[in-house]
């Protein structure tokens, strides 16, 4: 009998050591319960910002190899990613033609051109420059220096490359959009601004009937 006990007891201790053994738990492991040799499993990690001293100069942030430029990123900011930076086509990415600001469009100005410019506009530049360019709009009346009314004769005078300019890169207080705005958006825009300028300032007398009476009931901002 107690033969008997002492063989299920042994029994038993091995039935539950084999269990320990195989791992009875029902998750997905990642990795083995037991590592022999860690070799990678171990190795020095860094955050941003911190120092790493396997590097010799102590920075876990690595700065570009000397004299490259990383593929897609500006030499002048190599931090943030530049689209444009390896576009061969200087008059749709830069807004320039001959190394000058272009007068001319790269594409057709269509009407569906300056529909896709109107809505660009509207969500991009309006909170600023107000629908109408007056600038006057929700950003300035909380506290930015209030932007110039697009249809100025100073902007109506700059080339379309130059505007094309001014949304790639920004001016001043004004961000740079060419991070946020495919080139062809950028030109549906500029499109879109000459529109604006054109609709300020028409003489009355060159409007057809239909419209003369409608403006009798609009004010245009100032
Ligand atoms: C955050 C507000 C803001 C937004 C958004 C903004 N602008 Fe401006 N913009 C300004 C300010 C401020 C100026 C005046 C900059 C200065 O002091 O020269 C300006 C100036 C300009 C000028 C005149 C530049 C010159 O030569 O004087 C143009 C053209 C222009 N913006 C177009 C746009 C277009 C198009 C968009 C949309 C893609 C846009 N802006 C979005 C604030 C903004």
Redesign the pocket.
């Known amino acids: 009998m107690v033969a008997n006990l002492r063989t299920l007891a042994l029994a038993s201790a091995c039935a539950g050591a084999a269990l320990l053994a195989v791992g009875c738990g029902s998750k997905t492991k990642t990795k083995p319960p037991i590592q022999w040799q860690r070799n990678m499993y171990d190795t020095q990690r860094a955050d941003p910002q911190e120092e790493y001293t396997w590097f010799p100069d102590d920075r876990a942030m690595r700065r570009p190899v000397p004299d490259t430029v990383p593929r897609g990123r500006s030499a002048a900011d190599s931090t943030r990613p530049d689209p444009d930076l390896l576009a061969a086509d200087d008059h749709l990415y830069r807004g320039l033609v001959d190394g000058k600001p272009a007068e001319s469009f790269p594409m057709p100005v269509t009407r569906a051109l300056l529909e896709r410019g109107q809505r660009?506009?509207n969500i991009?530049?309006a909170?600023?420059?107000d629908r109408a360019g007056s600038g006057q709009a929700i950003?300035?009346r909380r506290g930015?220096?209030?932007?110039?009314k697009?249809w100025d004769e100073?902007?109506r005078k700059?080339a379309v490359g130059?505007?094309f300019q001014?949304?790639s890169n920004g001016?001043?207080?004004?961000?740079p959009?060419r991070h946020s705005?495919p080139p062809r958006d950028?030109w549906a825009?500029?499109a879109y601004?000459r529109a604006l300028q054109a609709s300020v300032g028409v003489p009355v007398d060159q409007l057809d009937p239909e419209t003369r009476k409608k403006i009798q009931t609009v004010e245009m901002p100032q």
Do not use: G, N
């Not at 930015?144 to 110039?148: F, H, I, S, W």
């Not at 001016?171 to 961000?175: E, G, Y």
């Open positions: 660009q506009f991009f530049c909170a600023c420059h950003v300035p930015l220096a209030p932007p110039p697009l100073r902007i700059q130059y505007i001014t949304i001016r001043a207080t004004m961000p959009y705005i950028r825009i500029v601004v």
